[in-house]
């Protein structure tokens, strides 16, 4: 069983930037995908970023790509979402998730929510 717990989240007005953390408990495949989702109110649920643990590549959504960067502590089994230059449309509950495949993961913690105000 894996466990996850997403902070920092919050509120913060365009072009601002948060850190998302999340901090993972359990066992962590060696070679699974962590990342993170998003889903706002009246949208489907959507990759943003991820980063498969065994090799360390990483995916980002058009959306996010270079606003928006996902790493990972393996020493404290934390993995973090760092983004910058937010937008309003950003405004979202996000989701940690783990797993072996990185569009349908097996675990997901229970959100931290990130409010955008233009």
């Known amino acids: 069983q894996v466990q996850l717990v997403e902070s920092g989240g919050g509120s913060v007005q365009a072009g601002g930037s948060l850190r998302l953390s999340c901090a993972a408990s359990?066992?962590?495949?060696?070679?699974?995908?962590m990342g993170w989702f998003r889903q706002a109110p009246g949208k489907e649920r959507e990759g943003v970023a991820s980063?498969?643990?065994?090799?360390?590549?990483?995916y980002y959504a058009d959306s996010v790509k270079g606003r928006f960067f996902i790493d990972q502590d393996n020493a404290k089994m934390t993995l973090y979402l760092e983004m910058n230059s937010l937008k309003p449309e950003d405004t979202a509950m996000y989701y940690c998730?783990?797993?072996?495949?990185?569009?349908?993961?097996?675990?997901w913690g229970q959100g931290t929510q990130v409010t955008v105000s233009s």
């Open positions: 998730a783990a797993g072996r495949a990185r569009t349908r993961p097996d675990y």
């Open positions: 359990g066992y962590i495949d060696r070679y699974y995908y």
């Open positions: 980063i498969y643990t065994g090799g360390g590549s990483t």
